[in-house]
């Protein structure tokens, strides 16, 4: 499930992301295309056909959910930002809202998709996996200190099912449901 950006955000996100490509040139990173740029309120897995519809289905009980407003946040990595795996952008705003969509989600799926590790929600944006080497540590977590995010708030008026396939170029996610909230 997930949540798209707006347009104007979706360029703030690209923006921040290609300054930060720009200066960590050469480094073994793997940056999110501009296409796959979006907020993961659940990852399924690999899902039956059979489960899918059911699925989209028990989904539907979340559309009853407040539309709510979304801020670019800042520049962060996980674990930490002295040895990054995946470099992200934080989310501000109404994030009450988007938890209790989130725990909807959650609810719905129960029971249908494997059970997710206890993990609590961190509302954020992958821009970027790595695998560093311990002297490029440092000049990452530098760079992510010192890139600017252009401050963006948009509405969240959906979300959206969706489906993501794997290629050698890396995942294409399509739509399978989208949801309206109110």
Same mark, same amino acid.
């Given at each position: 499930m997930a949540i798209h950006l707006s347009p104007d955000a979706d360029n703030a996100v690209r923006e921040a992301r290609d300054a930060l490509r720009e200066r960590l040139q050469g480094l073994p990173i793997k940056w999110v295309s501009d296409s796959n740029l979006h907020l993961t309120l659940r990852f399924l897995g690999h899902v039956r056909e059979n489960s899918l519809k059911?699925?989209? =289905?028990q989904l %539907?009980? $979340?559309? +009853? *959910?407040?539309?709510? =407003? /979304?801020q670019t946040g800042? /520049? +962060? %990595?996980?674990?930490?930002?002295?040895?990054?795996r995946v470099i992200w952008i934080g989310l501000g705003g109404e994030t009450n809202q /988007? &938890?209790?969509l989130q725990q909807c989600v959650e609810r719905a799926v129960s029971g249908l998709v494997p059970h997710e590790e206890n993990?609590?929600?961190?509302?954020? #944006?992958?821009?970027?996996? $790595? !695998? /560093?080497?311990?002297?490029d540590r !440092? @000049? &990452?977590?530098?760079?992510i200190a010192e890139t600017s995010l252009r401050e963006v708030t @948009?509405? &969240?008026t959906s979300f959206e099912l969706m489906k993501?396939? #794997?290629?050698?170029? +890396?995942?294409?996610? *399509?739509e399978l449901a989208r949801y309206e909230l109110q």
């Open positions: 059911r699925i989209a =289905q %539907a009980a $979340c559309a +009853g *959910s407040t539309r709510f =407003q /979304l800042r /520049l +962060g %990595a996980f674990p930490t930002d002295r040895a990054a /988007l &938890v209790s993990k609590p929600f961190n509302a954020h #944006l992958t821009i970027a996996r $790595c !695998e /560093l080497r311990a002297p !440092e @000049w &990452v977590r530098r760079a @948009w509405p &969240v993501s396939s #794997l290629n050698p170029k +890396g995942a294409r996610y *399509s």
